[in-house]
Antibody, heavy 119, light 108 residues
Framework: EVQLLQSGGGLIQPGGSLRLSCAVS????????MSWVRQAPGKGPEWVSVIYSGGTTYNADSVKGRFSISRDNSKDTLFLQMNNLRIEDTAVYYCARIQTSLAYYFDFWGQGTLVTVSS | DIRVTQSPSSLSASVGDRVTITCQAS??????LNWYQQKPGQAPKILIY???NLKIGVPSRFSGSGSGTHFSLTITSLQPEDIATYYCQQFDNLLPGTFGQGTKLEIK
């Protein structure tokens, strides 16, 4: 059974840093395209970062230079390091796997974790 | 960047009704358009991928169509459990692209 279990998140002041984790089971992160997607209150989802199976990473323009995605293959865990947080980064953050075999779409998601940036 | 514009933003319909939600891309995206359903407090769930392919396990009352810049999601015979917010989303050169603004579906 595929599971993505997230941890981290919480209340942080502007300019602070936070690290989110996503422990997966049922598949291997090293062989998968993985992503972080966030959803601000009352808004649609927005992809934040992606890491391909080969290790290449990309970040959305809104977080470039501040957020970084990484993984620990030995622990099948995905991370999102968030630095210099801004009020507009407040959102529920999801880790998600990208299906790539027949088409490209998000097929499995974590439970989500709330990040609140506020003074 | 490719933008996707979804309409309507909200929709009220009766059980048994046929419901259609549309999504327009700012440029030709072939059939690289997915549809998700999101219920309160849950992560989005894939319904349709590549414009018209029904994900295994999704009820057959859901269907998708379109290509290029115009797409639609149709629910034939709306059921109470279909109450949710629906999003379209495109992939752009292997990168997760933008999501639509969402359509909140309610029972009349």
């Amino acid at each position: 059974e595929v599971q993505l279990l997230q941890s981290g998140g919480g209340l942080i002041q502007p300019g602070g840093s936070l690290r989110l984790s996503c422990a997966v089971s049922g598949f291997s992160v090293r062989n998968s395209y993985m992503s972080w997607v966030r959803q601000a209150p009352g808004k649609g989802p927005e992809w934040v970062s992606v890491i391909y199976s080969g290790g290449t990473t990309y970040n959305a323009d809104s977080v470039k230079g501040r957020f970084s995605i990484s993984r620990d293959n030995s622990k099948d865990t995905l991370f999102l390091q968030m630095n210099n947080l801004r009020i507009e980064d407040t959102a529920v953050y999801y880790c998600a796997r990208i299906q790539t075999s027949l088409a490209y779409y998000f097929d499995f998601w974590g439970q989500g974790t709330l990040v609140t940036v506020s003074s | 960047d490719i933008r996707v514009t979804q309409s309507p933003s909200s929709l009220s319909a009766s059980v048994g009704d046929r419901v259609t939600i549309t999504c327009q891309a700012s440029q030709d995206i072939a059939n690289y358009l997915n549809w998700y359903q999101q219920k309160p407090g849950q992560a989005p769930k894939i319904l349709i991928y590549d414009a018209s392919n029904l994900k295994i396990g999704v009820p057959s009352r859901f269907s998708g169509s379109g290509s290029g810049t115009h797409f639609s999601l149709t629910i034939t015979s709306l059921q109470p459990e279909d109450i949710a917010t629906y999003y379209c989303q495109q992939f752009d050169n292997l990168l997760p692209g933008t999501f639509g603004q969402g359509t909140k579906l309610e029972i009349k």
